[in-house]
């Protein structure tokens, strides 16, 4: 698995932003969003049940993240079609403020080597990728387990002091000055 310090890969995927057919579909590369963090999460599979809760958690969030100079992109292995369908169907869904990327060839998914071998899907993985492309945080949970959007933000604001942040900082409270 790619991890801290590493570039994030190069990708262009389709990604669902809309419900309505005519102009829900848009191409999303590594270079869509210049200067700017990105949090890229996967979730494993459309039409399931932890996954829906993430993604509405990530886009109750997301003028949190806009705040901080920040673009959320949600992915999965699914199609574009599928996206679109559940984010059709499912109430929570309906307005995300973020793409849905489709990584239906599984791509990025190997590349950052989180495709699960045994279940073929990618993993709930999260990452936070500075403006350089330099990836500077990792979290992935079981698939059977819901992450935190509020810690990967938490984290986020942490990575933005460029500065040492003790355990449970949070935006706001001191930083550590060494002396």
Same mark, same amino acid.
């Given at each position: 698995m790619l991890s801290i310090g590493q570039r994030f890969p190069e990708f262009s995927l389709t990604g669902v932003v809309s419900n309505d057919v005519s102009n829900a579909f848009q191409t999303f590369t590594d270079q869509s969003f210049p200067d700017k963090w990105l949090v890229v999460f996967f979730w494993p599979k459309d039409f399931t049940f932890v996954c829906p809760t993430e993604i509405a958690a990530f886009g109750q969030l997301e003028k949190a993240f806009q705040e901080r100079d920040a673009q959320v992109l949600g992915a999965s292995i699914d199609s574009e079609f599928v996206h679109l369908a559940w984010r059709s169907e499912k109430q929570e869904l309906r307005n995300l403020p973020f793409p849905m990327l489709s990584d239906i060839k599984r791509q990025l998914s190997m590349q950052l080597g989180i495709l699960d071998a045994e279940a073929?899907?990618?993993? $709930? /993985?999260?990452?936070? #990728?500075?403006?350089?492309? #330099?990836? $500077?945080? #990792?979290?992935? &949970?079981?698939?059977?387990?819901? $992450?935190? @959007? %509020? %810690?990967?933000? $938490?984290?986020?604001? /942490?990575?933005? &002091?460029?500065?040492? =942040? @003790? =355990?449970?900082?949070?935006?706001?409270? /001191? &930083?550590?000055?060494?002396?």
């Open positions: 073929g899907v990618a993993q $709930r /993985a999260t990452f936070i #990728v500075d403006p350089q492309g #330099v990836i $500077r945080f #990792v979290y992935v &949970t079981d698939l059977n387990v819901g $992450r935190s @959007p %509020e %810690e990967v933000l $938490r984290v986020l604001d /942490a990575l933005q &002091t460029d500065e040492l =942040c @003790p =355990c449970n900082w949070k935006q706001g409270d /001191a &930083t550590i000055k060494v002396a």
